[in-house]
């Protein structure tokens, strides 16, 4: 802190040590002026921000089709398809396409997805819920989340346990 000055001293006080007069906030009374290299100062905030781009996660989303007469064994090996997509830390967009007659009994549709949904509900976090748009239904499901609240172990409140309360 070299407290407040006129320009010019603080520019030739700057070109004495080698260095640059950076304006850090210019609508402040006075503004603010910081001696610093700024070559260097720009190449670290370049590496900064690389480092960034590197540690971000992109999340991907698969998708997998189903039909209302999608039997056993093809059911069977798309739950499996959904469960090494959420483990890879994918999302998983479940869509179910109504073709022709099909759509004269949607109840069947609904219900395929409702049992893919029973099937992985431990390994997931539903992040939208089974909607239909024109002749698609879908839903949105996605890894577990880290933080999410642990579900209950059949107790009920107040049952097992013993509180105490310190006056």
């Known amino acids: 802190m070299l407290g407040v000055m006129p320009t010019r001293n603080a520019q030739s006080m700057a070109e004495r040590m080698g260095l ?8 402040a009374n006075p503004p603010v002026c910081k001696i610093m290299d700024y ?16 540690a971000q996660k992109v ?4 998708e997998i089709k189903f039909h209302p007469g999608t039997d056993t064994n093809d059911f069977n090996y798309k739950i499996n398809q959904i469960r090494g997509f959420l483990k890879d830390g994918s999302k998983v967009k479940l869509t179910l396409q109504f073709r ?13 997805i409702n049992r893919v949904l029973e099937e992985i509900k431990d390994e997931c976090f539903i992040e939208q819920a089974p909607k239909t748009l ?17 579900p209950q172990s059949g107790k009920a409140p107040g049952e097992g346990g013993v509180k105490i309360v310190v006056s």
């Open 100 to 112: 022709g007659r099909e759509n004269a009994h949607r109840e069947l549709g609904e219900d395929v």
């Open 39 to 54: 070559g260097k100062f720009k190449y670290e905030e370049s590496i900064k921000a690389k480092q960034a781009r590197k």
């Open 59 to 62: 999340q991907k989303v698969k």
């Open 134 to 150: 024109g002749r698609v239904h879908g839903a949105l499901v996605g890894p577990p989340r880290k933080n999410a609240p642990k």
């Open 20 to 27: 640059d007069l950076v304006e850090i906030t210019p609508n």
